[in-house]
Every structure is written in structure tokens, then in C-alpha cells.
């Protein structure tokens, strides 16, 4: 850390949900441990603060990000049920991105656990990339690997279109499962 002073407590989280909603693009803990002269460690229990007080930041591959609708153009939002091998997950996640699309997240029903929600937040090609990249880098699993390929997405849109597109464009493929 460098000799700047420690950002402290409430002033550290005030200061890091404004950098949140000024932001654009998502921001990683350690940009915000630097930005704050602390650590990442103590950055992640902010978030959780954060959170608990009901703010929208959504935790991302990329890193963090403030969820921030636009109330000028309406978000239309669905769930669909998927399934496909591991191998498939860039394609399915960039057919979706291309019909102008976000992938808000994944889940599945583990037999253990119960329902298990994971954010995606990716919404174009570059952040689908990026998404499985990191997913790599970090030797993570994929939820579906779970449940044999079965799980499903929160997705939206600016228009239903562009979600009855996302989903004809699944089935073409075979990936959506129709119940």
C-alpha cells in the first residue's frame, strides 16, 4: 500500500459506492483497494455491507458493478432453460449477446444446495470473452457442469423482440429446453 491515509469505515463505503455509480464499466476489488489505500479483503466485506443495506452492486467476472436501470427505455426480462455441454457455453452465451441481449445470470437446482444463482453480466462478445477467460484463469467449473448441462438464464432486453429472437435462435441450436 502506498503512504496515502486509510480511507476509513463509512467514508470508505460512501466513497466506493459513488465511484460504483459514477463508473461504466465494472471495477475490481483491487482498483478499489487502491483507490481507498486498504485491502481487497477489506473491499469484499464493504460490498457485503453494501449489499446487506440493499444496494444494487452486482458482482461480476470483470469485477463489480452498480446495477443502474434507465428509465427511458423499458427492461423486459425473462428466464429460459438451457441445456448443453460445457464446450457449447461460448456459443450459447454469444447468440444471445448478438440478438442484443444481457445475460444476467445462471442457475441451477443442486441437489444439495438447492437453488444456486450465479451473475454472468455479459452483454456483448468482448464480455463474453473476458467471462470465460476468467472462468479458465480461475480453473472454476461451470454451474451446468452440475446438472448434467441443464440450467437456466436471467435475460433482458430493451424489447421483447430481441428476447423472442435470443430464444429462436437457442432452439435452433438445441439448447433450449422447452417445458
Not at 106 to 116: F, R
Amino acid at each position: 500500500m502506498s503512504e496515502q491515509k486509510k480511507v476509513l469505515g463509512e467514508e470508505r463505503r460512501t466513497l466506493i459506492l459513488q465511484v460504483l455509480k459514477d463508473s461504466t464499466v465494472p471495477l475490481t476489488g483491487s482498483e478499489l483497494a487502491t483507490r481507498t489505500n486498504v485491502s481487497r479483503q477489506v473491499i469484499v466485506g464493504d460490498i457485503t455491507l453494501l449489499k446487506a443495506r440493499n444496494e444494487p452492486i452486482i458482482a461480476t467476472s470483470q469485477g463489480y458493478l452498480y446495477f443502474k436501470q434507465n428509465s427511458n427505455s423499458p427492461i423486459f426480462e425473462r428466464t429460459i432453460v438451457c441445456q448443453h455441454t460445457p464446450e457449447e457455453t461460448e456459443r450459447e452465451l454469444n447468440l444471445l449477446v448478438d440478438h442484443g441481449v444481457l445475460v444476467k445470470d445462471v442457475k441451477i437446482e443442486h441437489s444439495v444446495y438447492g437453488d444456486l444463482t450465479a451473475s454472468v453480466m455479459v452483454s456483448n462478445r468482448q464480455e463474453v470473452k473476458q467471462f470465460l477467460t476468467n472462468m479458465k484463469n480461475s480453473n472454476a467449473s461451470l454451474l451446468s457442469e452440475l446438472t448434467n448441462g441443464i440450467h437456466l438464464h436471467t435475460i433482458s432486453a430493451s424489447n421483447t423482440q430481441a428476447l423472442d429472437k435470443a430464444e429462436a435462435a437457442l432452439k435452433a441450436e438445441g439448447y433450449l429446453v422447452e417445458y
